[in-house]
C-alpha cells in the first residue's frame, strides 16, 4: 500500500533498528528508507541481515547490516559505533528485536523467564543507554541547534489484561512499557529526546504470528473475538513513522496501541 506520508519526512535522518533484518523490523527499515532516513539494521543472524541490506539497497535505501546481540553490551556498544561512523549520526533508534515462545508459567525454567526479559526489556534499555551520546542535543553528529533524536520501543498488548503462556513475555513487554516512560521523562526533559512505543496487535507475516498463533488458533480466536483482525506489517512502520518525523513532535512518553481495538475485544452476548 502506498505511504500517505510525504518521502522526505525522514531527509537526511540516521535510523538503526534491532531486529530490522526481519518482521516488523524490516519493514520498519524498509519504510524509513524510502521516506529518506539511511538505515543501519542490526540482529543476529548474517545471512537474514545481508538479503536485508541487499533488498533496502536495490530499492536505493541506504543501508547497513551490523550483527550483534542486543543481550550483550559489547554487540550493542560496537553496533551504535560501527552506525555513528558508517553514517556520522544517530537520530532514530527502533528497539524491535524480540524473543519469544509459547509455554505454561508452569512448565517455564527460571532461565527461559529470564532470556525473554534480557531480550525485550534489558536489551531495550541496553540499546538506548549506549545510543544516547549520539540521540542527546548536542551530542557527537548533532549540532546545538538541532533537536534530539527519537527512541521508538516495540512493545505488545499481552500484559494489559494477562495472556495464556505468555507469562515472561508479558512481563518483559510491561518492563518495555515503563522504560519507554521512564526516559521519555529523564531524557526528553534533559536531552529533548522524545521515547516512545508501539504495541502491536496480531501482524500477518511475521514471526511472532507463526509462533504464537497457529492458523487453527487464529481461525478460533477470530470466532468468538468481535474486533479480531489482523494487521499488516505496514501498520506498525506506518505508526513508527508518525512517531520518528516532526508529525510526533509533541508526542513523548507514550506507547500506541495498534491493533484494530483488539485488546478491548470481549466476546459478544
Ligand atoms: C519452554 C523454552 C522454550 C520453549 C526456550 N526455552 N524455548 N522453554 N518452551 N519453547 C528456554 C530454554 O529451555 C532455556 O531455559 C531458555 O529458554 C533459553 O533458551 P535458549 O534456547 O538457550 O535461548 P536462545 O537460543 O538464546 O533463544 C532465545 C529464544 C528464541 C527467545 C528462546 O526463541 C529466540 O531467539 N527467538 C528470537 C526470535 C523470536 O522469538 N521472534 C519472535 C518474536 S515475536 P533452560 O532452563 O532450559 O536453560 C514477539 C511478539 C510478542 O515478540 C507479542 C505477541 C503478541
Known amino acids: 500500500m502506498e505511504s500517505p506520508f510525504k518521502p522526505e ?14 518482521g516488523i523490523g524490516f519493514e520498519i527499515s524498509t519504510q524509513f528508507g524510502k521516506h529518506g532516513a539511511s ?12 538479503s536485508a541490506v541487499s533488498v533496502l539497497q536495490s530499492l536505493v535505501i541506504p543501508a547497513v547490516g551490523f550483527e550483534g546481540d542486543v543481550r550483550k553490551q559489547e554487540d550493542a556498544a560496537r553496533v551504535v559505533e560501527s552506525t555513528f561512523k558508517h553514517f556520522g549520526r544517530i537520530d532514530i533508534l527502533v528497539n524491535a528485536a524480540a524473543g519469544n515462545f509459547l509455554v505454561s508459567a508452569e512448565d517455564l525454567s527460571s532461565n527461559g523467564f529470564r532470556t525473554v526479559l534480557d531480550i525485550d526489556s534489558v536489551g531495550t534499555f541496553t540499546m538506548c543507554h549506549e545510543a544516547l551520546k549520539y540521540l542527546k542535543k548536542g551530542g557527537e553528529g548533532r549540532s546545538n541547534s538541532s533537536s534530539g533524536g527519537s527512541i521508538i520501543n516495540i512493545s505488545a498488548t499481552l500484559h494489559y489484561t494477562a495472556s495464556w503462556y505468555q507469562i515472561h513475555v508479558s512481563a518483559a513487554k510491561a518492563a518495555v512499557d515503563a522504560t519507554t516512560r521512564n526516559l521519555a521523562l529523564e ?3 534533559d536531552y529533548d529526546i522524545r521515547v516512545n512505543g508501539i504495541a502491536p496487535g496480531p501482524i500477518s507475516g511475521t514471526p511472532g504470528m507463526s509462533k504464537l498463533a497457529p492458523d487453527e488458533i487464529s481461525s478460533k480466536a ?14 506498525i512502520a506506518m505508526a513508527a513513522l508518525f512517531l520518528a518525523s516532526d508529525a510526533g513532535k509533541f508526542v513523548n ?5 495498534v491493533d484494530g481495538g483488539l485488546w478491548l475485544s470481549r466476546p459478544r452476548h
Do not use: F, H, N
Not at 39 to 50: E, F, S, Y
Not at 253 to 257: A, K, N, P, S, V
Open 222 to 235: 477470530r470466532d468468538y473475538m468481535p474486533l479480531y483482525k489482523l494487521g499488516e506489517k505496514w501498520d
Open 253 to 257: 512518553g507514550d506507547t500506541m496501541i
Open 9 to 22: 519526512i525522514l531527509k537526511g535522518k540516521v535510523a538503526l533498528i534491532t531486529g530490522g533484518a526481519s
Open 187 to 189: 531524557w526528553g526533559t
Open 39 to 50: 538505515v543501519a539494521l542490526m540482529g543476529r543472524r548474517k545471512q537474514v541481515l545481508q
